[in-house]
T-cell receptor
Framework: ELKVEQNPLFLSMQEGKNYTIYCNYS?????LYWYRQDPGKSLESLFV?????AVKQEGRLMASLDTKARLSTLHITAAVHDLSATYFC?????????FGAGTQVVVTP | NAGVTQTPKFRILKIGQSMTLQCTQD?????MYWYRQDPGMGLKLIYY???????DKGEVPNGYNVSRSTTEDFPLRLELAAPSQTSVYFC?????????????FGPGTRLTVL
């Protein structure tokens, strides 16, 4: 059974500083997705990582995938308030996604 | 493109009542999914479909039923609602198969069972 673990589950960020969210998974997969969810809203796709060594960047967010280590990271550079949300990683297993529990991010001045 | 749409947005049910959550996508996606999200938790897969006429159980299917008669629609049926089914329900769709399976989510239905 595929297990997906995110850490930390809660992250209090100071504006302007850098942080990393980790996503570990238990079985082989080379397809991983990152989503963002604002309170009371649906999930918005951030990144699609489809191979070992894949790196994607959008604004202050950068995601990477190491399939050998079964690890993906979401790096936040110079956090700003607009990045406050819950971030989910999801690992593709035979066409179905297994989601992590999510990391709730709060950015304060 | 409207993407994935869900109705209703909110619903309150009494214990034992039944209802159908509607989901429609206009992206011609083959795969469709139903998830539930409990407060402060991740998403759990209820049922999924890889095409019209084909459905399969996910992680938490008990108390739910689905059907898929068209590519566009994937309704979720709750029979004999129970308080444990209080949750937010998300429908999603994707092209499916192959190497690219990015899922696109609907706005969700917030269901309370009292």
């Amino acid at each position: 059974e595929l297990k997906v673990e995110q850490n930390p589950l809660f992250l209090s960020m100071q504006e302007g500083k850098n942080y990393t969210i980790y996503c570990n998974y238990s079985t082989t997969s080379d397809r991983l997705y990152w989503y963002r969810q604002d309170p009371g809203k649906s999930l918005e796709s951030l990144f699609v990582l489809l191979s070992n060594g894949a790196v994607k960047q959008e604004g202050r967010l950068m995601a990477s995938l190491d399939t050998k280590a079964r690890l993906s990271t979401l790096h936040i550079t110079a956090a700003v308030h607009d990045l406050s949300a819950t971030y989910f990683c999801a690992v593709d297993s035979w066409g179905k996604l297994q989601f992590g529990a999510g990391t709730q991010v709060v950015v304060t001045p | 493109n409207a993407g994935v749409t869900q109705t209703p947005k909110f619903r309150i049910l009494k214990i034992g009542q039944s209802m159908t959550l509607q989901c429609t996508q206009d992206m011609n996606h083959n795969y469709m999914y139903w998830y539930r999200q409990d407060p402060g938790m991740g998403l759990k897969l209820i049922y999924y479909s890889v095409g019209a006429g084909i459905t399969d159980k996910g992680e938490v299917p008990n108390g739910y039923n689905v059907s898929r008669s068209t590519t566009e629609d994937f309704p979720l049926r709750l029979e004999l609602a129970a308080p444990s089914q209080t949750s937010v329900y998300f429908c999603a769709s994707s092209y499916g198969g192959g190497t690219y399976n990015e899922q696109f989510f609907g706005p969700g239905t917030r269901l309370t069972v009292l």
